[in-house]
């Protein structure tokens, strides 16, 4: 096989490379890490790239720029692959990109999903803003960009509401609290749930349901839930078999079932 890399003129190098293999390109690049060996490696497999890019359309993030960061993930694939492993490069790289693809959406990505049309619009406002501040030497008011956009002030409003969600914000961020000595955190400004609320809720469902059982079928809830008796000391207190408690126990759940059934919906 040619020796790639004693190739000195430049077209020379190129039409030599051309003739090479896949595989004999990534022998030679094992051997001489060659950038004129790596962009031919590139070209060949650029078309990879541009395949799984186009899996992420319409995700929230210019095309183009997926591109550059599958690009980017082929270069690294290339880097990494060995020949020797018998592995077909198409297979090794194609994680490797959508890793890194993925990861670029998990940096520069919408935290939330929010529409195309708003997505465009919030980059129309950011740059519109840039351009009127310029223009008119202060801060551009909504209705100063709705003009400049020729959209509504509305729009421009949801589209400024929608980028705040482009990157979330740490809970460990601090606000000035008025000259007191310590600020505030962006967590305790926050509001949580309050455990008493399920109690809450709780109680109130087994209030209502019980009022649609009956006095043995409160006693036998009571008894077997509540103070923890067995089937067979209820059933002697009622004078009645185990099985007869048992058959209750199945119907006041059911009814409980139900109920709790109707809550959902």
């Not at 395949?51 to 290339?78: M, P, R, T």
């Not at 809450?200 to 019980?210: G, P, V």
């Not at 185990?242 to 109920?259: C, D, P």
Request: glycine share 2%; proline share 2%; net charge negative.
């Amino acid at each position: 096989m040619k020796n790639v890399a004693k190739a000195t003129d430049n077209n020379e190098i190129v039409q030599s490379l051309k003739k090479l293999s896949d595989k004999e390109l990534f022998l030679e690049y094992s051997n001489a890490k060659s950038i004129d060996l790596r962009n031919e490696l590139v070209s060949r497999h650029l078309y990879i790239a541009e395949i799984l890019s186009k899996k992420f359309l319409n995700k929230g993030i210019d095309y183009e720029d997926i591109y550059q960061v599958a690009s980017l993930g082929l270069i690294y694939a290339i880097e990494r692959f060995d020949i020797s492993k018998g592995f077909e490069f198409s297979s090794f790289a194609t994680p490797t990109i959508i890793g890194e693809i993925k990861k670029h959406f998990r940096d520069k990505g919408w935290s939330i999903r929010v529409p195309r049309r708003i997505q465009e619009l919030s980059k129309k406002v950011n740059t519109a803003k840039n351009t009127l501040h310029q223009r008119l030497q202060r801060s551009p008011l909504v209705k100063d960009i709705a003009e400049y956009l020729e959209c509504t002030e509305d729009e421009v409003i949801e589209a400024m509401e929608a980028s705040q969600v482009y990157t979330p914000k740490s809970l460990d961020i601090t606000y000035d609290n008025d000259g007191e000595d310590k600020d505030i955190q962006l967590m305790d400004l926050i509001g949580e749930m309050d455990k008493s609320f399920d109690a809450i809720e709780n109680r109130d469902f087994l209030q209502k349901t019980m009022e649609k059982l009956n006095e043995v079928e409160i006693k036998v809830l009571k008894d077997r839930f509540f103070n923890h008796k067995t089937q067979m000391q209820v059933a002697e207190e009622l004078q009645v078999s185990q099985m007869t408690i048992s058959r209750m126990e199945k119907k006041i759940v059911e009814k409980f079932r139900k109920e709790l059934n109707k809550t959902i919906e």
